[in-house]
């Protein structure tokens, strides 16, 4: 028997990206081990890099400029948060890894901001993160007009995150803490970060897997112009469940056919509104007080206690048009197996693990997932064609 069909071009590309995105097991479980096995206080003194490969820097100093390498990230109120971004205008899928900290304050030796680009606000303060989802113009920070954005987060295919070296803190009554999971998507108009504090919620709260399906899906909250305000609520539900079934984002088109509606946003209560102007400006004082006084009880939350979404808030993700616009790109969580090349929701839903690579693998997670879903599609339409002589 032999096969008179030619290979798809497909595949022809798979043998440069795996080349280009080759990982052992021991090289990603050592970028993961350098990231988790550390944490790091910014009032102390930082290391020039926390990753290998890394482009910038996390010893920024205090004084901010326009071409400033730092990849230190701050999230601690509607008015005190930074945005990573490219350091120079582009794709932010094309440049995930080299991910610089836009600051709407100055005073950490980041890039700034520029003032009246950020439209809207909402941080939000639960038992397990703290969160900031908006809108803006975000071509003033170098992400290209008509963007549909990417995911930054703290994995990547090779363990050492997007961007490499990234270290993320939440700062609030005087006290700075790393918080080692997290998530931020960005396109041209829209923003959403999430900082997950350590602990049994965090890997849950904190799923970077599903960056293709943006903010709104991911982080379901407030992204209504011109709001800009610090609240509190509870955890949002875990976006892996659907239903009391899994859900795993494949390779294929996105619509309501094959992807879940998103969670609604969690009630927001205690808000308090916040100026725009307040947003910008120099840090004085104690660079890394944070903010005072916002605090959650652990379980706490009744939504006739105020706050929840007004009625034309955003709840349920806008998906990406049927032809599948790829937003980053596609990370496989541990234990998440069951995917097809449009996505599944298995049957059996279980608790993902640490992202580990077996020991005899030789290519990062992304690539594996990407690549492996591709290869399945494309030897399955081969077969179809073969022709036996």
Known sequence: MRVTQTLPLFLAGAATVLAQEAVTAESFNAAQDRYFNKTWDPTKDLPDK???????????????????????????????????????????????????????????GTRTIPAGTITSATFVKTPSYVQVTGLGDFTRINVQAGDDGGEYDFGAASGEG???GNLVFSCSDKKCTQRHRWMLFLSDKQYCLRACEDGPNSEAMCRHTYDRLGCEWNMPGDYIEGHFQNCESDDAPDVMF???KQYVQGDGPLDDSTVPPAHPAPALRNCVPVKEADLYGHLTGDVFGGTKGLKVAPGAGDAAKGGALPSNATTKGDLPAKNGTTIGTPVLDAGS?????????????STAGN??????SVIGIEASYRIGLGLLASFSALLAGCVLL
Do not use: W
């Open 50 to 108: 926390s990753q290998n490969n890394q482009i910038g820097t996390n010893k920024c100093g205090t004084d901010s400029s326009d071409t400033s390498m730092c990849q230190n990230l701050f999230i601690n109120s509607a008015t005190d948060f930074c945005l990573y971004s490219n350091p120079s205008p582009g794709i932010i899928s094309d440049h995930e890894a080299e991910g610089v900290s836009y600051c709407t304050k100055s005073g950490r």
């Open 162 to 164: 997007n961007p490499k």
């Open 242 to 244: 659907h239903d009391g």
């Open 337 to 349: 197996m069951n995917s097809t090349a449009n996505g599944t929701v298995a049957d059996s839903p």
């Open 355 to 360: 992202q580990t690579i077996s020991a005899n």
